[in-house]
Each structure stands twice: as structure tokens, then as C-alpha cells.
């Protein structure tokens, strides 16, 4: 069974810094990773997607990078801002499945 | 493009009655309905999968019974808590794909249930 885990569950960083956010998941055999976006008493805001067969996504300050082979993805944030400030989730999703499986999630707060 | 909208946002109810909630895909046509539940400062646990005619399918541990799911339309999933009681009270959100298998996700923003 699929398990993601994400570490730190909570950061906090001052504005401006460069920041890196982990996900692991124990089966390498997935389709995708999806990393997304939580403010509290919300739904999700999807943030970048990569497919199996690449090693990176880039969308604005964002970055992802996957090593799907030791399990691995993080998220990097570029000049922080207090805007920045959710949870972050990553979620997988399994070859001949269709449902995501999330981590348990990264609480981060930017410090003006 | 790709919304998807749940109403209602926020609801409170009595303990043994039964609460509707709606998922629809505003601009596209959903072959398939997730929906989740997330206790506080935990993460999304899926709980059923429903395909658009069809009967959903459950997670362990999710009585069918008491979270009744209906996928009538390309575009309206239902999720109807039976005989609330304050346990239930979380977070529920559902997600939309296209007509694809493993086609992405599309998130509604969630509705909170509080059962008193």
C-alpha cells in the first residue's frame, strides 16, 4: 500500500529565503506527482503535476523535482512571501489506479 | 477552465439527521467523483470513488451506508451524510476528472460539517 509522507509537517521561514519542502512515498510505481496548495478552510489550489518520466516542473518562484527510483520529490520556493504561507500537500497517484494518495502534509508560515 | 463547485460551503446540523452535499463540474463533463474527508490538521483520506452511473465505490473502513453517494449526471455528485452524529463533523471535499482514466484532478473548495 502506497504511504507519502512529508517532512517537516511545519516550517517557518523569513520572508525572502529560498525553501525546500520534502515528500517521499514508499512505491515507486506511480503514474504522477501533484503538488498542491491548502489555506486553512479551503479546498486545493494544484501548484505543479509531474508525469513519471520527468524529473522536474517549474511554474513561476515554484520548482519540483522527482526521483522516482529513491522515492522522492520536493518542492522548492524561491524569495519567499508571507503569501506563500499554507499547507503544502503532495499527493501521488499509483500506475493502474486512478485515485491520489496525499501526504500527511508541510504547515509553513513566511515571517515578514 | 476545470472548476468544480460543492454547495453548501458550511453547514450545521443536529445529531441524527441527514445532510446533502453537492459536487459539480461547472465547464466540464465528469466521468468520475472522488470525495474526501480531512480532520483537522490532518490530511485527505479519499473515501469513495463514484463513476457517473454507476454504483460508487468505497474505501475500507466507509459505510456505504451511512455516506450514501449518487453520480446521476456528467457534471452533479451527491454525497449524503445519514444520521450525522459529531463524529462526522470534518471537512469534505470532492474532486472531478475528465473522461480519461487517471486524468487529473479538479478540486471543489470544500464543505465543513459540523454536527452538534
Known amino acids: ?112 | 477552465g476545470a472548476v468544480v463547485s460543492q454547495h453548501p460551503s458550511r453547514v450545521i446540523c443536529k445529531s441524527g439527521t441527514s445532510v446533502k452535499i453537492e459536487c459539480r463540474s461547472l465547464d466540464f463533463q465528469a466521468t468520475t467523483m472522488f470525495w474526501y474527508r480531512q480532520f483537522p490538521k490532518q490530511s485527505l483520506m479519499l473515501m469513495a470513488t463514484s463513476n457517473e452511473g454507476s454504483k460508487a465505490t468505497y474505501e475500507q473502513g466507509v459505510e456505504k451506508d451511512k455516506f450514501l453517494i449518487n453520480h446521476a449526471s456528467l457534471t452533479l455528485s451527491t454525497l449524503t451524510v445519514t444520521s450525522a452524529h459529531p463524529e462526522d463533523s470534518s471537512f469534505y471535499i470532492c474532486s472531478a476528472s475528465q473522461l480519461y482514466f487517471q486524468e487529473t484532478q479538479y478540486f471543489g473548495p470544500g464543505t465543513r460539517l459540523l454536527v452538534l
Do not use: H, M
Open chain 1, 1 to 112: 500500500k502506497q504511504e507519502v509522507t512529508q517532512i517537516p509537517a511545519a516550517l517557518s521561514v523569513p520572508e525572502g529565503e529560498n525553501l525546500v519542502l520534502n515528500c517521499s512515498f514508499t512505491d515507486s510505481a506511480i503514474y504522477n506527482l501533484q503538488w498542491f496548495r491548502q489555506d486553512p478552510g479551503k479546498g486545493l489550489t494544484s501548484l505543479l503535476l509531474i508525469q513519471s518520466s520527468q524529473r522536474e516542473q517549474t511554474s513561476g518562484r515554484l520548482n519540483a523535482s522527482l526521483d522516482k527510483s529513491s522515492g522522492r520529490s520536493t518542492l522548492y520556493i524561491a524569495a519567499s512571501q508571507p503569501g506563500d504561507s499554507a499547507t503544502y500537500l503532495c499527493a501521488v497517484i499509483d500506475f493502474g489506479n486512478e485515485k491520489l494518495t496525499f501526504g500527511t502534509g508541510t504547515r509553513l508560515t513566511i515571517i515578514p
